[in-house]
């Protein structure tokens, strides 16, 4: 049996066990005293909690231990020769055995112990999906039968109910954090063998940036140059082209959609601005691509300028484009929080909606604005696919917004495409470059969250 058809059985039957624990309580609602502690609701919840989470937990639990024993299965099963080939070897060949047991191509043309070990393992799946669905419904009959029991009167099952729910909720933010706390770890721990090769002042002031190193000696390029500081110059001339055009385009916007647009007019612009938003990035990278980029390249040639065919200016144009929605969204959310207590006042001592705008309005929503600004500003760094298709992949020490720049997201996707060995400093260098830019990014959202929470005692 599939794991995804045990799944919806157990979900079946939970459902089934919140029909019935339901039924149940309201037939003791018709009882002596005809009271319960808890509602039937709480009742049919507590039954389907003990009918699906231990059988789902044994059921997952199992998924990740029947490879293991699988593969353990095999290995004994493997004839005396098999077992003393080397750790390279016999790594493909457990691959290869795998590939066969699931109908895919292997390496070379199988032996005939190679197709009994494949089959041997299908055999093992076979009967360990079996054992595995026979436990697991019996597990969710027993919780079935110990939660339909302990049904009384003076169960606490709403109590019960509400604990389950809270102990859920614990392990989705214990998993969250530790996925974060993997993703921080992992970052750290391939910088500092990347730091361990190259020097980290190197990487942090240099000023030249080709990581094509060689694998000997002896050839070209075998000594490769780490200075990040063109790739963040190239980010950050981007994210400031993209901010030029972002934050004048989406605050006016703002402006007028919150103080000055009808309420139809707001119905109508709001949305439009706001499917911005949803298209995908790479239509816009094919609108820098072959729009913007041309257009800028013809106009700069009209006015005897020497522009490149992907530049900086293309990309953070239409990268600016695509934060409009962004922007506008987030500043339009601020300015419609300011107390209209303010600006009735304002009005009261004589001032035009104008006035009133300027010297009141917006600088009580300034916080939330800048804050706004601060995270269309972490959007803009950490995109990529506008400026792959836009700006280009060389590594240019440049401020001038008509020739090639790229940017540190572009370079990590750039040197981790492809088959790539994880012990070269080619490859740990994304890393490295992923920890400055996570630094980063960190660092303008958490100035970002303090500027909003400032923003709210003082507002709310």
């Known amino acids: 049996?599939?794991?995804?058809?045990?799944?919806?059985?157990?979900?079946?039957?939970?459902?089934?066990?919140?029909?019935?624990?339901?039924?149940?309580?309201?037939?003791?609602?018709?009882?002596?005293?005809?009271?319960?502690?808890?509602?039937?609701?709480?009742?049919?919840?507590?039954?389907?909690?003990?009918?699906?989470?231990?059988?789902?937990?044994?059921?997952?639990?199992?998924?990740?231990?029947?490879?293991?024993?699988a593969t353990m299965s095999v290995v004994s099963a493997m004839?005396?020769?098999?077992?003393?080939?080397?750790?390279?070897?016999?790594?493909?060949?457990?691959?290869?055995?795998?590939?066969?047991?699931?109908?895919?191509?292997?390496?070379?043309?199988?032996?005939?112990?190679?197709?009994?070990?494949?089959q041997h393992l299908v055999a093992y799946r076979e009967n360990a999906k079996i054992i595995l669905s026979v436990v697991v419904l019996a597990i969710a009959g027993a919780g079935f039968a110990f939660a339909f029991k302990g049904i009384h009167p003076d169960l606490r099952a709403r109590n019960r109910v509400e604990l389950a729910i809270k102990i859920f909720l614990i392990v989705c933010s214990v998993i969250a954090i530790i996925t974060t706390l993997g993703i921080i770890l992992s970052l750290v721990f391939e910088s500092f063998l990347f730091f361990f090769k190259v020097s980290i002042f190197e990487f942090l002031f240099g000023l030249h940036w080709s990581p094509q190193t060689a694998l000997r000696a002896d050839q070209a390029g075998a000594s490769g140059s780490f200075g990040s500081i063109p790739l963040f110059v190239g980010t950050l001339l981007i994210t400031f082209i993209a901010m030029c055009v972002a934050v004048p385009v989406g605050l006016l916007s703002a402006i007028y959609l919150s103080d000055y647009a009808s309420d139809r007019i707001r119905g109508v612009v709001k949305p439009i601005l706001e499917i911005l938003a949803g298209i995908p990035t790479v239509v816009y990278g094919f609108f820098a691509a072959l729009t913007m980029a041309p257009l800028i390249r013809n106009t700069g040639e009209a006015l005897g300028l020497d522009v490149a065919s992907e530049s900086a200016l293309a990309a953070g144009v239409v990268m600016g484009v695509m934060i409009i929605p962004f922007v506008s969204s987030l500043s339009d959310d601020v300015i419609n929080s300011v107390p209209q207590s303010l600006r009735e006042a304002a009005f009261g001592l004589g001032a035009t909606k104008s006035e009133c705008l300027k010297q009141v309005v917006l600088p009580a929503a300034l916080p939330g604005i800048f804050a706004a600004v601060l995270l269309a500003i972490s959007r803009a760094i950490g995109e990529t696919m506008i400026v792959v298709m836009a700006a280009g992949l060389g590594a240019n020490l440049t401020l001038n917004p008509l020739e090639q720049v790229t940017t540190v997201t572009v370079q990590i996707v750039s040197l981790l495409t492809g088959d790539q060995e994880f012990d070269s400093a080619k490859t740990l260098s994304a890393f490295a470059l992923g920890l400055m830019l996570f630094i980063a990014t960190l660092t303008m959202n958490i100035v970002a969250l303090r500027v909003v929470r400032k923003y709210r005692e003082k507002y709310d």
């Not at 019935?20 to 609602?29: C, N």
């Not at 055995?97 to 494949?118: F, H, P, Q, W, Y």
Request: aromatic share 8%; net charge neutral.
């Open 1 to 69: 049996m599939s794991i995804w058809i045990l799944f919806l059985i157990l979900l079946g039957l939970a459902i089934t066990g919140y029909i019935i624990g339901r039924q149940r309580a309201w037939q003791l609602t018709t009882g002596a005293n005809g009271i319960i502690h808890s509602r039937p609701g709480h009742h049919g919840m507590y039954v389907a909690i003990w009918v699906f989470v231990p059988a789902t937990l044994i059921a997952i639990l199992s998924v990740a231990l029947v490879p293991v024993f």
């Open 79 to 118: 004839p005396d020769h098999m077992r003393d080939l080397s750790e390279g070897a016999f790594s493909l060949l457990l691959t290869d055995i795998r590939n066969l047991a699931g109908g895919n191509a292997t390496s070379k043309e199988a032996s005939a112990d190679v197709v009994a070990l494949a």
